[in-house]
C-alpha cells in the first residue's frame, strides 16, 4: 500500500513539474481545510503531508435551438501538495502548490487555439487557467495559532463557507488570502470572524468568463459563484476581492479595488438534532449579504429518519460601487425550504426556492461574486434560482450500496427554474429552465484514499435562446 501511496504522489509531482515549464500568467468535490476544520493542526512529531491528486475527464455537447451541435472536451491531471509543521507552542505553518496540466487530445493545445482564433470550440476551459494555461503556484501559505477554544489563522487558505469558498467543481478550487478567528468558549456555539483580502478563481470560472462585459449574459457570472473580475484572478493570480467581483479598469474603466469583504457567524448545534447558523458578510463598498440556515434532523425508528432545514439570504447595497457599474443598486431577497426522508442506504429530499421582484431598472438578484454557492435549488451547472423574480424546484435521490458490500453512492435529480423576465441575464424574457443529472461515487476498499466518480448533467433552456448540453466528466481522486 505504501508503495501505491508514494506512486501516487510522485504522479502528481511529475505532472505539476510538467505544468511549471509550461508558459504562464471550484454538492462540489472537497477536500481540505475549511472554516469549521481543525485537521493540519501540526500536532504530529515530523509534521503533516497531504494532498489530493486528481484526473479528471470532461466531455461537453452544446445542443442549439436550429437543431447543430458542438462538441468540446477537455482532459486534464494535477491537484496539489502540501505539508504542515509540527505543532510549536500553539504554533504551525501549512504550505501547499497546486497545479493543473491538460493533456492535448486534439492535434493542438487549447492555448494554441485560442492563439489561432479557435477558443473554446474544441476544448473545454474549465480544466485549465487564463486561455487554456497550465499553472502551479503556491495555494496555500498560512501560520495558525491555537489557545485553548480559539483558533487563529492568517495567510492564503481554504474557506468553505456560504457565500464566499472554494467552489471545487473541476480540477483547482477558489482559493483566498485572509485572517480568521475561531472560538468555541460557548458550550455548542462556534463563533467565527475574518476579513479576506485576495482570492484567486478556480478553473470552473472560465465556463463563465466573457472577456468582454458588454456581451449579452456577461452578468451570467455573479449568480453562479464568479464575479465579473474573476479572468483576473485565474491562473495563480491573488486579485483584491472587489476587483474580482466588478472588474478593473480595462473591463470597465472604473477602479472597482476595495477594502475587501469581512465575515462574522455563530453556529449553534445545542438542540438535539437541531443546527443554526447565521453569516453576515460585508463586501466593502459594494454590498452587505446575510445567510441564514436551520437543519434538523429526527429518527422515527431505527430504519427512517426525516429531514428539513430553511435558508434565506439578504443583500443590499454598501456604497455606489454597483450603481455605478450597472446603472442599480442591489435589494435582493432568496428563501428555499428542504424536506427529506432517509431509508436504510436511500435518502431522498425535495427543495424550492423563490426569489424576490426586481426593484429598480436593472435588479441584479441574489449574486455571490466570491464563490459561495449554498442554493437547496441548484443543478450541477445551472444556477438560475438567484436571478430575480424566479422561483425553482429541485428533486433528488441517493442511494448507497454499502449494505448490498459495495463502496458505491448513486445519486439522481431534477431541477426545473422558472425564470421571471426581471432576471439579469436575459432581461425582458421569461422562460423555463430544467437539468437533470447523476452522481456516482465509488471507493474502492483495496486502494485507501482512492475516490472514482462519474457525473452527468444535461440541461435543457439553458438560456431563453433554448441552448442547452449533455456533459460527462470522468474523475479520479486520491486523498493523502
Known amino acids: 500500500m505504501k508503495l501505491v501511496k508514494l506512486s501516487l504522489v510522485a504522479m502528481l509531482a511529475a505532472g505539476m513539474a510538467q505544468a511549471y515549464d509550461t508558459p504562464s500568467i471550484d454538492g462540489m468535490i472537497t477536500h481540505g481545510d475549511s472554516v469549521l476544520d ?17 484526473s479528471f475527464y470532461v466531455d461537453r455537447t452544446y445542443l442549439y435551438a436550429n437543431g447543430s451541435t458542438n462538441n468540446r472536451n477537455a482532459w486534464a491531471a494535477g491537484g496539489y501538495i502540501g505539508y504542515t509543521t509540527p505543532d510549536f507552542n500553539g504554533f504551525s505553518a501549512t504550505a501547499a502548490v497546486y497545479g493543473t ?33 497550465n499553472y502551479t503556484f503556491i495555494g496555500q501559505a498560512y501560520l495558525k495559532y491555537k489557545t485553548g477554544n480559539t483558533t487563529l489563522k492568517a495567510g492564503r487558505m481554504r474557506l468553505d463557507t456560504p457565500l464566499a469558498g472554494a467552489d471545487d467543481a473541476r480540477m483547482l478550487p477558489n482559493l483566498f488570502e485572509a485572517a480568521l478567528v475561531t472560538n468555541t468558549d460557548i458550550e455548542d456555539t462556534t463563533l467565527i470572524a475574518g476579513h479576506v483580502f485576495r482570492e484567486t478563481v478556480g478553473t470552473f470560472s472560465n465556463v463563465y468568463m466573457k472577456h468582454d462585459l458588454t456581451q449579452p449574459g456577461s452578468m451570467l457570472a455573479l449568480h453562479s459563484g464568479y464575479g465579473l473580475g474573476a479572468e483576473l484572478g485565474l491562473s495563480g493570480n ?32 445545542g438542540i438535539e438534532g437541531l443546527k443554526l447558523q447565521a453569516w453576515d458578510y460585508i463586501g466593502w463598498d459594494i454590498l452587505n449579504a446575510v ?16 429531514f428539513a432545514a430553511a435558508q434565506y439570504i439578504n443583500e443590499s447595497d454598501i456604497g455606489t460601487y454597483l450603481e455605478r457599474l450597472t446603472g442599480a443598486g442591489i435589494s435582493s431577497n432568496y428563501g428555499a425550504g428542504k424536506i427529506g426522508v432517509k431509508y436504510e442506504g436511500l435518502t431522498a429530499y425535495a427543495a424550492y426556492s423563490t426569489s424576490g421582484s426586481a426593484s429598480g431598472s436593472n435588479n441584479l438578484g ?46 439522481t435529480y431534477y431541477t ?30 483495496s486502494v485507501k484514499g482512492l475516490q472514482l466518480r462519474f457525473r452527468g448533467n444535461f440541461p435543457r433552456d439553458f438560456s431563453y435562446s433554448g441552448t442547452g448540453w449533455d456533459e460527462y466528466r470522468l474523475i479520479a481522486n486520491y486523498n493523502f
Open 38 to 54: 481543525t485537521i493540519h493542526d501540526g500536532d504530529k512529531k515530523n509534521g503533516e503531508i497531504f494532498g489530493q491528486a486528481r
Open 101 to 133: 496540466y491538460a493533456f492535448e487530445i486534439h492535434d493542438q493545445s487549447l492555448e494554441d487555439d485560442f492563439r489561432d482564433g479557435l477558443g473554446t470550440t474544441r476544448y473545454d476551459p474549465s480544466l485549465q487557467g487564463y486561455n487554456g494555461d
Open 238 to 269: 491573488f486579485v483584491n476581492m472587489g476587483t474580482i467581483a466588478l472588474g478593473d479598469e480595462t473591463q470597465t474603466g472604473l477602479d472597482n479595488s476595495t477594502a475587501g469583504v469581512t465575515a462574522i457567524a455563530a453556529v449553534y448545534s
Open 291 to 306: 445567510y441564514l440556515q436551520a437543519d434538523y434532523n429526527y429518527k422515527l425508528n431505527e430504519d427512517v429518519g426525516i
Open 366 to 411: 441574489t449574486i455571490t461574486p466570491w464563490g459561495g454557492m449554498p442554493a437547496f435549488t441548484q443543478g450541477m451547472v445551472t444556477r438560475h434560482m438567484f436571478f430575480a423574480n424566479t422561483d425553482a424546484w429541485k428533486v433528488a435521490a441517493t442511494y448507497n450500496f454499502k449494505k448490498l458490500g459495495l463502496n458505491l453512492k448513486a445519486t
Open 416 to 445: 426545473s427554474f422558472d425564470v421571471g423576465e426581471e432576471n439579469a441575464y436575459s432581461p425582458g424574457n421569461s422562460w423555463t429552465a430544467t437539468e437533470a443529472g447523476f452522481d456516482f461515487i465509488y471507493t474502492p476498499e
